[in-house]
């Protein structure tokens, strides 16, 4: 497997550049209200920018935390010395592909409520998934829905089809037999003398096909809410825009022509 740490995050989409350019300009002002209802009907257009930025800032905290996946599963040694008992090799890499698993299912999560909130389609959440996000963008927005559909099929290489997860857990470690190495992973913990099974190779090939499908997954769902966000830049900037002329502080922030290069 790569050494190399990557840096994931949502810098190089153009939406970023000009979200953080509206806060900015606005924060640059002392504006004390005393509640939520009296800074949104005072200053609609920066209540809407702070809403899409707390839902920017959760998509990107996402891709932040799928970096630790990777570190994870270069650790340098395994069974992974814990002070109660060491952690296995099964349980370890088991543990890595449900964090990953969790990871992919939160960021789908977040890219809905970030298109919920930017279009304010107003789902309520236990209505927000992919079918009714679908109804609500084929005709307006099809190249949007197109995005969300990537998004929302990462993680699926690793998991097992819905019987054998029925029956084992979700987790598919790609040992060609998981129950065999769950079952040498826990004996070598356990100071088992091991012949006849290569334990050691069985989980360099495992965590090698784990890395190489996370990272693909992960580069995959990146490029996907990259072109989400700046799908979504232009008509974030038209309603900012529109807000911002009944706004009662009169800071107003246009952003044409405000496109940061790639």
């Not at 966000?229 to 807000?243: E, F, I």
Request: aromatic share 12%.
């Amino acid at each position: 497997m790569e050494t190399d740490y990557y840096w994931w995050d949502l810098e190089e989409s153009n939406f970023k550049a000009v979200l953080y350019d509206s806060i900015n300009t606005y924060f640059l002002h002392d504006h004390p209200y005393k509640d939520w209802e009296e800074f949104s009907t005072a200053d609609p257009h920066m209540a809407y920018a702070h809403l899409t930025y707390v839902r920017f800032d959760a998509l990107e905290q996402q891709f932040v935390d799928l970096r630790v996946i990777p570190q994870m599963l270069g650790a340098k040694e395994v069974p992974l010395p814990s002070l109660v008992q060491d952690i296995n090799r099964y349980d370890w890499l088991k543990s890595i592909v449900d964090l990953a698993l969790f990871r992919f299912a939160s960021l789908r999560d977040i890219a809905y409520h970030f298109v919920n909130e930017v279009l304010e389609i107003n789902l309520p959440d236990h209505k927000l998934n992919i079918k009714q996000l679908g109804k609500a963008l084929k005709d307006e927005y099809p190249e949007i829905l197109e995005q969300l559909k990537i998004i929302d099929k990462t993680g699926i290489p690793l998991r097992q089809d819905r019987n054998e997860r029925a029956h084992k857990g979700f987790c598919k470690l790609y040992t060609e037999d998981d129950q065999m190495f769950k079952s040498m992973a826990w004996s070598e913990a356990q100071g088992v003398c091991i012949t006849g099974y290569d334990l050691k190779a069985t989980y360099e090939k495992s965590r090698d096909k784990i890395y190489k499908l996370v990272v693909k997954e992960v580069k995959e769902a990146l490029h996907a809410c990259v072109e989400l966000v700046d799908l979504l830049y232009v008509h974030y900037r038209d309603k900012h825009d529109a807000l911002s002329k009944n706004s009662r502080s009169g800071v107003s922030h246009h952003f044409h022509g405000h496109h940061r290069e790639r």
